[in-house]
């Protein structure tokens, strides 16, 4: 099974600020089966990403994408107020596992 | 519209059985995979089980494999997980998710409490 780990746990930012978010597998994830999703409280997770750089529909241009292999990054260009959220990273192995990262935490500083 | 709508969550006793419901509506459901992912309370996300179109393949989490079985019916446009043998850690909220090896469609999530 290949684990997803996410930093930091915790970015405080703030409004305008560009956020840098990393995910790291312990395996090469193929053929960059690897997603971001977005998750404010009480809410279900919001598709961000997928295939590592592919913008989800509707999703703004100042979420992007990157990264192959084992090293991902999802960067959000300068932070808008509803960008402050919970981020998960998730890949799928080819082997009918999917899992996901533990969640960075994006906080207002 | 896409739509996901889970039922099923209640509280139940350590050692008892529950079966969740994922109704959908919006698209041509017989075309599309369906996965199962739980939340427990202020902790991440958890990929559960997977089904395919047509239920021909069928995949399961390592914490769940062997208690929990998931099936759809495809006439009634709805996906089920049937859990058993619950612990206290499968206390969550289980959500239902339209995608093969990504999730771009979710249900809002049904709460289940394992305790006693």
């Known amino acids: 099974e290949i684990v997803l780990t996410q930093s930091p746990g915790t970015l405080s930012l703030s409004p305008g600020e560009r956020a840098t978010l990393s995910c790291r597998a312990s395996?090469?994830?193929?053929?960059?089966?690897l997603a971001w999703y977005q998750q404010k409280p009480g809410q279900a997770p919001r598709l961000l990403i997928y295939?590592?750089?592919s913008r989800a529909t509707g999703i703004p241009d100042r979420f992007s994408g990157s990264g192959s292999g084992t090293d991902f990054t999802l960067t959000i260009s300068r932070l808008e107020p509803e960008d402050f959220a919970v981020y998960y990273c998730?890949?799928?192995?080819?082997?009918?596992?999917?899992?996901f990262g533990q969640g960075t935490k994006v906080e207002v500083k | 519209e896409v739509q996901l709508v889970e039922s099923g969550g209640d509280l139940i006793q350590p050692g008892g059985s529950l079966r969740l419901s994922c109704t959908a509506s919006?698209?041509?459901?017989?075309?599309?995979?369906i996965n199962w992912v739980r939340q427990a309370p202020g902790r991440g996300l958890e990929w559960v089980s997977y089904i395919s179109s047509r239920s021909l393949t069928i995949s399961y989490a390592d914490s769940v494999r062997g208690r929990f079985t998931i099936s759809r019916d495809n006439a009634e446009n709805s996906v089920y997980l049937q859990m058993s043998s619950l612990r206290a850690e499968d206390t969550a909220v289980y959500y239902c998710?339209?995608?093969?090896?990504?999730?771009?469609?979710w249900g809002r999530g049904t709460l289940v409490t394992v305790s006693s």
């Open positions: 295939g590592a750089s």
């Open positions: 395996q090469s994830v193929n053929n960059n089966y």
């Open positions: 998710a339209r995608g093969n090896w990504n999730f771009p469609y």
């Open positions: 998730q890949q799928y192995d080819g082997s009918l596992m999917r899992t």
């Open positions: 919006g698209f041509t459901f017989s075309s599309h995979s």
